[in-house]
C-alpha cells in the first residue's frame, strides 16, 4: 500500500508541474485583455486580473489536494486582505505564493524580477500589477502607492525559499517597507511536513508521504508602536530580529 501510495503521488506530483506550466502559458491568452499595451493600469482592472489568477491558482491546489499530493488547512486569513497592510510569510516551499493568494487572490504581492520572462508567470504579473523585486526608488515609490490606494501586500522576506534547517533569514528591507509605509504589519507562518518544493530540489524527489501545510496568520504588528521609541534603522533591525525568531520558532 505505502509504495502504491508513493507511485500515486510521483504521478501527480508530475502531472501538477505539467498543469501549472501549460495553464500558465494559456493564462497569456485568458489575461490578454489585462496586458496589452494600451490596457487600462487602474486597481479595478488588476484587481479583476487576479481573482481570475487566483481562481486558478485555488483550482490548481484543488487539484493537489484531490491527488493526494498535499494537504492543507488556513487559520485566520480572513484577517488579511485590510487596506493598508503588508504580509509577511516564510518561504518555505515553492507552493506558498500559489497557496495564499489562491484563498486571497486581491492582495499585491512583490515578486522576484526574473520571473516577468518566465512564460508561466509573465501574464500573470503584468495583469494583476505585482512588483518585480528590483531593489530601486522606482520600486519604493510603487510600493507607496499601493498602499496609499488601500491595497494589501504580500512579502516574502527571506528573498528566497527557507534552507532545509527550517531556519528563517529576512532581509531588512522588507520589515523598512512595512515601517515607512503600511497601516499594519500581519505575519504569516506557513509550516509544511515533511520539507518538499525546496530550491534547486528535483521534482521528482518527493518525501515519502503526503505534505501538510499549516498556514497560520499571527497578530498584528503596529509601525507607530516600534517607531516610538527608536529611529526607524534601529526599529528596523530590531524588528526584523523579532520576527526572524518568530519564524523560526513557530515552523520548525
Not at 506558498?96 to 493568494?101: A, E, G, R, S
Amino acid at each position: 500500500m505505502d509504495k502504491l501510495d508513493y507511485c500515486r503521488r510521483f504521478a501527480a506530483t508530475w502531472l501538477g508541474f505539467v498543469i501549472f506550466g501549460v495553464g500558465g502559458i494559456m493564462m497569456k491568452l485568458v489575461l490578454l485583455p489585462y496586458t496589452l499595451n494600451g490596457t487600462s493600469r487602474s486597481v479595478a482592472r488588476q484587481l479583476a486580473a487576479r481573482r481570475i489568477i487566483g481562481t486558478s491558482w485555488r483550482l490548481f491546489v484543488a487539484y493537489l489536494k484531490w491527488s493526494g499530493v498535499l494537504e492543507v488547512s488556513f487559520k485566520g486569513v480572513e484577517k488579511l486582505n485590510r487596506p493598508g497592510q503588508l504580509i509577511l510569510a516564510n518561504h518555505p516551499s515553492l507552493l506558498d505564493v500559489v497557496l495564499l493568494v489562491g484563498h486571497v487572490p486581491e492582495m499585491n504581492c512583490i515578486v522576484k524580477k526574473d520571473l516577468q520572462h518566465n512564460p508561466a508567470m509573465s501574464s500573470q504579473i503584468k495583469g494583476a500589477g505585482y512588483i518585480p523585486n528590483e531593489e530601486s526608488e522606482a520600486m519604493l515609490e510603487t510600493v507607496k502607492a499601493v498602499f496609499d490606494s488601500g491595497q494589501s501586500l504580500l512579502v516574502f522576506p527571506e528573498g528566497t525559499r527557507t534552507g532545509w534547517d527550517g531556519r528563517v533569514k529576512m532581509h531588512r528591507g522588507a520589515v523598512s517597507l512595512g515601517l515607512r509605509y503600511a497601516e499594519v504589519i500581519t505575519p504569516v507562518c506557513i509550516k509544511m511536513n515533511p520539507p518538499n518544493f525546496k530550491k534547486g530540489q528535483p521534482w521528482y524527489r518527493i518525501p515519502p508521504k503526503r505534505i501538510r501545510y499549516e498556514i497560520t496568520v499571527g497578530d498584528d504588528i503596529l509601525p507607530q508602536d516600534w517607531l516610538a521609541e527608536k529611529p526607524l534603522p534601529i526599529a528596523a533591525r530590531r524588528l526584523n530580529e523579532y520576527l526572524q525568531d518568530y519564524f523560526t520558532r513557530k515552523t520548525i
